[in-house]
């Protein structure tokens, strides 16, 4: 990914999923009312804006903003958003979830802001991977090469300003995500298939015991409320995903109902 720009705010799985996403979707983009919620350096609104949609952006630091050619505007995504109700056509929030401590007032304010049959785009770190999950296990950290968050990382402060953000404190798993987006009519829609994790591969002689777990649990919860069974599988299903457990990132795609 060395043709990526530098883009200090998304990781480079992120950059090159909306790389291809714009491309693929430029014609429907050019009528759309497009929202980044999180914009860093401006680099992926800029692709949205590029082809035509009508973009607004916003960030906690909008100074920093290189790449996107309208201003951003400055937001605290645990305050109301300075957004119209039922406005846009697709809301996009990367990197950023898993430093936000009520998870839920994101997705209640996003489902707010967007349409009916609207879509909202989650890029955030992969939690729920196999490698993740053995991280959890032995160290309960996000990833074994590094320790989990403390005191002395849990809070950074902004250059040259009294606000700062929180490390990855709050990092979720699909399966949390999927709930909280779905008590806020938001629908989980497709899960994108990301970099696959090499280490996870050799994670892989648990599949066994995970799969029938997952199964058994899911047949119980469908005896006992079969009138919900389709959450109940959609649900095993997400959790017994390989693009789920292998992959390195999470780029989850809701619907809002």
Same mark, same amino acid.
């Given at each position: 990914m060395s043709n990526l720009p530098e883009v200090d705010h998304s990781r480079d799985i992120a950059v090159s999923f909306f790389l291809d996403y714009v491309k693929e979707n430029a014609n429907k983009l050019r009528s759309m009312s497009v929202c980044d919620l999180s914009a860093g350096r401006g680099y992926i609104?800029?692709?949205? @804006? &590029?082809?035509?949609?009508g973009v607004i952006a916003f960030d906690l630091f909008p100074d920093q903003n290189r790449h996107l050619k309208s201003d951003v505007k400055k937001i605290d995504l645990q305050q109301k958003f300075p957004i119209s109700d039922a406005v846009l056509d697709l809301v996009i929030c990367c990197e950023t979830i898993e430093h936000l401590p009520n998870q839920y007032f994101l997705f209640q304010e996003t489902s707010r802001i967007l349409k009916p049959k609207a879509t909202f785009i989650l890029t955030t770190p992969n939690t729920s991977s196999l490698r993740s999950r053995f991280s959890q296990f032995i160290m309960e950290s996000e990833h074994y090469g590094a320790p989990a968050p403390n005191e002395l990382n849990a809070f950074t402060s902004w250059d040259n300003? @009294? &606000?700062g953000y929180f490390s990855k404190l709050f990092i979720s798993g699909v399966l949390r995500l999927r709930t909280l987006a779905a008590i806020n009519h938001l629908t989980l829609k497709?899960?994108?298939?990301?970099k696959r994790s090499s280490t996870s591969f050799l994670l892989l002689f648990w599949y066994p015991v995970l799969f029938y777990f997952n199964w058994k649990v899911m047949?119980?919860?469908?005896?006992?409320?079969?009138?919900?069974?389709?959450?109940?599988?959609?649900?095993?299903?997400?959790?017994t995903s390989m693009d789920v457990l292998l992959g390195k990132h999470l780029i989850m795609e809701f619907e809002k109902k």
């Open positions: 609104a800029r692709l949205f @804006e &590029e082809v035509g949609a300003s @009294e &606000e497709k899960i994108h298939p990301t047949k119980k919860q469908i005896a006992l409320d079969p009138a919900h069974e389709i959450i109940y599988r959609t649900i095993f299903k997400i959790n």
